[in-house]
């Protein structure tokens, strides 16, 4: 690009150090009011829906507001990716056009189904042979035994496994769920 073009966009996007004080504070204030029950999480995305509005800040500037604000208190986006690759981890480049329309669909909906919802951490291991075709999801002592087909228990690879993850979890007792024959659709 010639040096004599001036990118308004770029311009129009840099967070400046008041916009992170002011976003700072708001952000402060929404999160008081959640701690006391005032603000649920779904209001929370709204209430920073508008301000996006009534400040005029785009997703873009929202999004470098956000990294100034984690820079201040010492993180990193790029540190933390390099650490999170570096353990195996590998996260998706942060998007700086994230759709707010559908984080504010995604949070309404965990909002709605919290009681019943939950995160877990899965693993997952597959045995794909001529005795099993199937996949394993693991999550502590809990693992799933998926397939399309019968699942062959005797099999030396499969009880090898068993045996060798029981030794991970200090020979607590593995609950083992099984799913034969499962079969699947498109919603």
Same mark, same amino acid.
């Given at each position: 690009?010639?040096?004599?073009?001036?990118? %308004? =966009? $770029?311009?129009?996007?840099?967070a400046?150090?008041?916009?992170v004080?002011? %976003? !700072?504070?708001?952000?402060?204030? +929404?999160?008081?009011? &959640?701690?006391?029950?005032?603000?649920? &999480?779904?209001? %929370?995305?709204?209430?920073? *829906? !508008? #301000?996006?509005?009534?400040?005029?800040i785009? *997703?873009?500037?929202?999004?470098?507001?956000q990294?100034?604000?984690?820079e201040?208190?010492g %993180?990193? &986006?790029?540190?933390?990716?390099?650490?999170?690759?570096?353990?195996?981890?590998?996260? @998706?480049?942060?998007?700086?056009?994230?759709?707010? $329309?559908?984080?504010?669909?995604?949070?309404?909906?965990?909002?709605?189904?919290? *009681? =019943? &919802?939950?995160?877990?951490?899965?693993t997952?291991?597959?045995?794909?042979?001529?005795?099993n075709?199937?996949?394993?999801?693991?999550? $502590? !002592?809990?693992?799933?035994?998926?397939? !399309?087909?019968?699942? =062959?228990? *005797?099999? @030396?690879?499969?009880?090898?496994? +068993?045996?060798?993850?029981?030794?991970?979890v200090? =020979?607590?007792?593995?609950?083992?769920? +099984?799913?034969s024959?499962?079969?699947?659709?498109? #919603?």
């Open positions: 690009m010639d040096d004599r073009i001036v990118n %308004f =966009d $770029e311009i129009k996007n840099r400046r150090e008041k916009d004080e002011k %976003f !700072e504070d708001y952000v402060y204030g +929404l999160s008081y009011d &959640m701690s006391q029950g005032k603000l649920s &999480m779904g209001d %929370f995305y709204k209430e920073i *829906q !508008e #301000y996006m509005k009534k400040n005029n785009s *997703q873009e500037k929202l999004f470098n507001i990294k100034k604000l984690m201040r208190y %993180f990193n &986006m790029e540190d933390i990716e390099k650490q999170m690759k570096d353990m195996g981890i590998n996260m @998706p480049s942060v998007n700086k056009n994230v759709d707010y $329309e559908s984080l504010r669909k995604t949070v309404s909906f965990q909002e709605k189904y919290k *009681q =019943d &919802m939950g995160n877990v951490l899965v997952t291991y597959s045995i794909n042979n001529s005795m075709n199937l996949s394993i999801l693991i999550s $502590e !002592e809990k693992l799933t035994l998926k397939s !399309e087909k019968d699942i =062959d228990l *005797q099999y @030396p690879e499969l009880n090898e496994f +068993l045996c060798s993850y029981k030794k991970v200090k =020979d607590k007792k593995l609950k083992i769920s +099984l799913c024959n499962v079969k699947e659709f498109e #919603y």
